[in-house]
């Protein structure tokens, strides 16, 4: 007897093949059963039955770079992401885990969620309460999760951690001695070898930690990363995920040798995160993917992630957020907030902070000089009633100011709390273009959510839903099947999945159910759900009929069930290697 039976769906299967209207069972978590419509019901009984009538049947969504590290602990249905179909998500992501701790130093995990609530944005009030910080291993932050996830979780292991553990304060600053070295190369073996997916690291100037100082594996020199590149050769199932300067804008000749280095090392994939798509600046990508042409030539294989929507986040010129990064910038916003007021209101300091935003070492953040093209979000005084949704550069008229100026009188009647919105600059036709071309490169994938981080400034898990909405109805860049194919079996491909990504008979029954004319997502609200009534921004789901992890349902008419049917992935013996040579 089946567990249960799907009726009628019209199958996308994921590997890209035509649509099919078919009968789809599931018995022991696993797909059993694909027939055609009403021929299964008579030979293979089920315990329960869905009419999917109109509905379309994927393989569930694999979420390729999240930060739900802590999330996952007091929220198992890892909200947003799940609610959009995503059933598999990839954590320890840009050298930053919440293992390995050493035990002789128990204030190591202060700093950990300090660091985290800097760098990932992540509440330090969600992260000191909801998280229950009893492990010091690799292997025993993975138990602590095993059994209690609705979704799959699958996580690497984070550089900074390992460099913490081994060095101590001096990894902030410091280069490991020859011991030190071994050390940190046997903790990333001992993490491997209880399933952790392999390193990730960051050398991007972004990442500073809970003190202000460049993050630990900023500190790391090319032998230290690519020792532990080699160790990472030794185990099964196991991948490379590094954050250098260059991802936000263009790769430096240096950057890109040693992305390769590092790859050939390992002889394993290496992915990073996010090559950003805008036609007006042409020669972006190609310098980008320029390191994948380099690395298969040198024997290995880097992946460039990419959003397919533009994620909204917001500004603040009072709590720290992408503006701070603007060469220049950090310095003023990171002032008490009367002298910060005094100095924005200043002509000159206004026009120095313009000059930097403007100039080439800003990179990618100059996009978010363009202030004009704010809207006022959330505003918290009588000046400025009347404002909200109102586009900053209609208000710059009206009162004779240039754009900045005037966003900064609307702040500091806010007293710097008010919440601001950028529209994107490339939202026009050339760059979608531009993005459905990139996307059919064979190392391009789709994903980049961060989801689990920065999570009262964006929220980039609906992309699942907000880009088959769009190929469904709106832009239609690509067609259903090639789309969820994006989401399903190329990510599961790159890490190695074993049998997930697809709706094929034997595989695991990973399922998301969904109506191609409704499915959707909801515009992002900001939420006070969080341990301690910390806020994140959330968006619901729209047309997803059902999601099944591992057999179980777990969203039900865009409701969670409540059921925890997801297991920790690890690797070796839920992945399988993905050789580059």
């Not at 026009?351 to 930097?356: D, Q, S, V």
């Amino acid at each position: 007897m089946l567990d249960h039976l799907v009726q009628a769906a019209t199958v996308v299967d994921g590997t890209g093949a035509p649509s099919y209207r078919a009968d789809v069972g599931i018995r022991d978590g696993r797909i059993a059963v694909i027939a055609e419509p009403g021929k299964a019901a008579a030979a293979h009984p089920a315990r329960t039955y869905r009419n999917a009538d109109g509905l379309v049947l994927a393989p569930g969504f694999v979420d390729p770079h999240t930060h739900y590290d802590a999330q996952l602990f007091w929220d198992p249905y890892a909200t947003p992401s799940m609610n959009h179909g995503v059933t598999t998500v990839a954590g320890g992501n840009c050298g930053f885990t919440l293992a390995p701790l050493n035990p002789e130093r128990p204030e190591d995990a202060d700093y950990t969620r300090r660091m985290m609530a800097k760098v990932e944005g992540m509440s330090l009030v969600a992260l000191e309460r909801g998280a229950p910080w009893t492990w010091h291993t690799f292997g025993e932050y993975l138990d602590a999760l095993d059994g209690r996830t609705a979704v799959n979780a699958g996580f690497m292991v984070g550089h900074c951690a390992l460099r913490r553990h081994v060095m101590g304060p001096d990894a902030i600053g410091g280069r490991p001695t020859p011991a030190q070295l071994e050390a940190m190369v046997r903790l990333l073996h001992e993490a491997m070898d209880a399933g952790a997916w392999g390193l990730s690291t960051t050398q991007s100037s972004t990442h500073s930690d809970g003190d202000g100082r460049p993050v630990a594996s900023r500190h790391a020199r090319p032998e230290e990363l690519l020792a532990l590149s080699r160790a990472v050769a030794d185990h099964e199932g196991t991948q490379l995920e590094a954050i250098v300067g260059g991802c936000l804008d263009r790769f430096s000749d240096d950057e890109i040798d040693l992305l390769v280095e590092m790859s050939a090392a390992a002889g394993r994939p290496l992915n990073w995160n996010v090559l950003t798509i805008d036609a007006a600046v042409p020669d972006r990508v190609p310098r980008q993917l320029a390191a994948s042409e380099r690395a298969r030539k040198a024997g290995g294989r880097i992946v460039a992630l990419t959003m397919p929507i533009l994620t909204p986040m917001n500004m603040s010129l009072g709590t720290f957020c992408a503006l701070n990064l603007i060469p220049g910038w950090g310095e003023i916003l990171g002032l008490p907030v009367p002298e910060r007021i005094a100095k924005l209101r200043d002509p000159a300091v206004r026009a120095g902070m313009l000059k930097r935003a403007d100039s080439e070492e800003a990179g990618v953040f100059r996009r978010l000089a363009h202030f004009g093209r704010y809207v006022v979000g959330d505003t918290y005084s009588a000046e400025n009633e009347g404002l909200t949704g109102r586009v900053v550069g209609d208000i710059a008229a009206e009162r004779g100011q240039d754009p900045f100026h005037a966003l900064v009188e609307i702040c500091a009647h806010d007293e710097l709390r008010t919440v601001l919105w950028p529209m994107p600059a490339d939202n026009d036709p050339d760059s979608w273009e531009l993005r459905r071309r990139t996307w059919q490169h064979e190392d391009v994938l789709l994903g980049g959510s961060d989801a689990g981080a920065h999570l009262d400034r964006m929220c980039g898990a609906p992309y699942t839903t907000r880009f088959l909405g769009d190929c469904l109805r709106g832009r239609r860049l690509v067609g259903l099947e090639e789309a969820v194919r994006m989401l399903t079996d190329d990510p599961a491909r790159l890490f190695g999945l074993r049998e997930r990504g697809r709706i094929q008979e034997g595989f695991h029954a990973d399922l998301v159910l969904f109506d191609p004319e409704r499915i959707d997502a909801g515009p992002a609200t900001l939420v006070h759900d969080l341990p301690g009534d910390s806020p994140r921004l959330d968006a619901r789901a729209v047309g997803i009929a059902s999601v099944r992890v591992n057999g179980v349902e777990t969203v039900r008419n865009d409701r969670v069930t409540g059921a925890i049917p997801g297991r920790v992935l690890r690797s070796g013996r839920d992945t399988g290697t993905v050789a580059t040579r």
